[in-house]
């Protein structure tokens, strides 16, 4: 028996006429330019909110940081940025990333001073606050994404779909659903575009480097490495995976010492360009490196998630033991956590196997090493989101869960509204028509409600963190938070400590003393 026709007026399917950005029926360059702009409004909407530390005299925040970096790069020589100097007070947020980074507030600063003089004048423009500073510092954040982090997304893309790291046809179908994925990480356009902060310059130095590992680009892949590094020292936290996916991949070849050799020189050469005007005494090169590694500061910083913060609770881990053992008991753990992926990707290198290698060391920096704070979360967030097609339900929970963990921070700058919103858009986009959350995946309904459980509570301490108050002996007093949250020296530490007449400042400094 014939099958009917169906008539040529009848309506069409819904899901089929509205088409979402990754569903395939769009010219490709034209999704990709549609989810670039998206991710860019997206942005520039958070961006109109508060800043860390908005009118929170004398400290401010991280937002006082990064304009303070500017004026005393664009006033001071070199030799005197990492320097306690009369110009250069290192107690109000002296400089603390490697070189690059002071490059990039040079330029900023640059910018900003042909606009705007009195914003980065030196001296005076301390705690400088005006609605025009404001958007001219948010625009130096959204060029440097614009610039860095957006190509370097399409670069990975295209890269992990045209070597085939993609899989399936059906999974290559979904390479817009996992550009917007990267593109839309609701955590980095919060800490970036509402805390304020640059993290989008290293992220995309990285993120170049691993797409020009997929493209077999191994020369690029280490240069801008190798400058992601210069930039934020937290992106070590990926070197063992790149170290060992690249002496894998040479010790295969012909001539594997010289393949080491290029790549030796590469890295070498990177980092005597970005430390040149370090390199002429030891003292100067050591006084910047001294500023990378304030030890002092604690194990963790703020509200972290990781294995430190979370076990403080049972083990008082600031009293009971001085820095030198947690910082060996840190190197230590981190070192078993990575291992195996290293071990895996010297023996057998695979650019997929390399992605998972990138999850865990980062992971693992995060959970052990020593000083994390909660915005290093972003780290092991870049290669979930770039696994969100073979891991679509991992990316999901991790991206909010690690939202969550940066939920007291994101309330201590006014952002709750900004944080409701890009977690909203994240959860429409994460489960769209087209979307590749749910494909060959299945997962019981015990383990269902397993997962669930852990969400129910989260959503639970949203609210108990905004209603309930904490007791004061565990709230602390304002100069405690002030001394806790603070970036001083060590001296300075003392200083505080001493002239303090409260003993339990006292107590509380010398722990970290």
Known sequence: ?????????????????????????????????????????????????????QGAAPKFGDYEAQRHWMELTLHLPSSDWYRNTSDNDLAHWGLDYPPLSAYQSRL???????????????????????????????????????????????????AYMKDGVGGSGERREGWTWLLAMVLLNPCLVLIDHGHFQYNC???????????????????????????????????????????????????????PIVEIMKLGFVVLGTFALVWWPYLHSYEAAMQVISRLAPFERGIYEDYVANFWCTTSVLIKWKRLYAIKPLKLMSLSATILAFLPSFIQQVKSPSNLGFLYSLLNSSFSFYLFSYQVHEKSILLPLLPASLLALHE?????WFTY?????????ICRDQLLLQYISVLGLFVLIYYSPGGNYGKGMKISSGTMAVLSLPLLCSILLHTVYLQIEPPKRFAGTGPEREFLSSRLSKQTYRRFISGSSSNKIRRIGQSFV
């Open 108 to 158: 900023h600063a640059h910018l900003i001073n042909a606009s705007l003089p009195d914003a980065v004048a030196l001296r005076s423009s301390r705690g400088f606050e005006s609605q025009e500073s404001k958007l001219l510092m948010r625009w130096t954040v959204l060029s440097s994404d614009l610039i860095l982090f957006f190509p370097a997304a399409l670069w990975f893309v295209w």
């Open 401 to 409: 869960y690690a939202l969550f963990s940066m939920y007291p921070l």
């Open 1 to 53: 028996m014939a099958k009917p026709k169906k008539s040529r007026n009848s309506a069409p399917d819904p899901l089929v006429a509205a088409r979402l950005p990754w569903q395939p029926s769009a010219p490709p360059l034209a999704t990709a330019l549609l989810i670039s702009f998206a991710a860019l409004l997206l942005r520039a909407l958070v961006s109109v909110g508060p800043y860390s530390g």
């Open 201 to 255: 310059i290293s992220l995309g130095l990285t993120l170049g480097a691993i797409a020009g590992i997929l493209s077999r680009n191994e020369l690029v892949a280490a240069a801008l490495f190798s400058l992601a590094i210069n930039h934020k020292q937290m992106s070590m936290y990926f070197a063992p995976a790149f170290f060992g996916h690249l002496l894998g991949k040479c010790l295969k070849r012909k001539y």
């Open 392 to 396: 679509p339900h991992l990316h999901g």
